[in-house]
Nanobody, 115 residues
């Protein structure tokens, strides 16, 4: 059974930083690409950052230069370091992966940025 458990969200002032974590189980973690999505109130869920099993990364334009995705295969964990946070980063952040084409999601972690 695939499980993704996010943590690390919270309330932070604009300009501050947070690090999100997602622990995966039920998959061969080192073989899977991992992704972070977010969904703000009234908006569609959007891809924020991805990391391949080889460690290559990609970012949404809104995240470039401020967010860093990384992984620790020994801990089955993917991270999202978020710096210089802005009001518009307020959202629920979700960890995602896929197995045999089927997507799996964590329960999400709330990030709220106050100005």
């Amino acid at each position: 059974q695939v499980q993704l458990v996010e943590s690390g969200g919270g309330l932070v002032q604009a300009g501050g930083s947070l690090r999100l974590s997602c622990v995966a189980s039920g998959i061969i973690f080192s073989s899977n690409a991992m992704h972070w999505y977010r969904q703000a109130p009234g908006k569609q869920r959007e891809l924020v950052a991805s990391i391949t099993n080889g460690g290559s990364t990609m970012y949404a334009d809104s995240a470039k230069g401020r967010f860093t995705i990384s992984r620790d295969n020994a801990k089955n964990t993917v991270y999202l370091q978020m710096n210089s946070l802005k009001d518009e980063d307020t959202a629920v952040y979700y960890c995602n992966t896929a197995l045999w084409g089927f997507p799996y999601w964590g329960q999400g972690t709330q990030v709220t940025v106050s100005s």
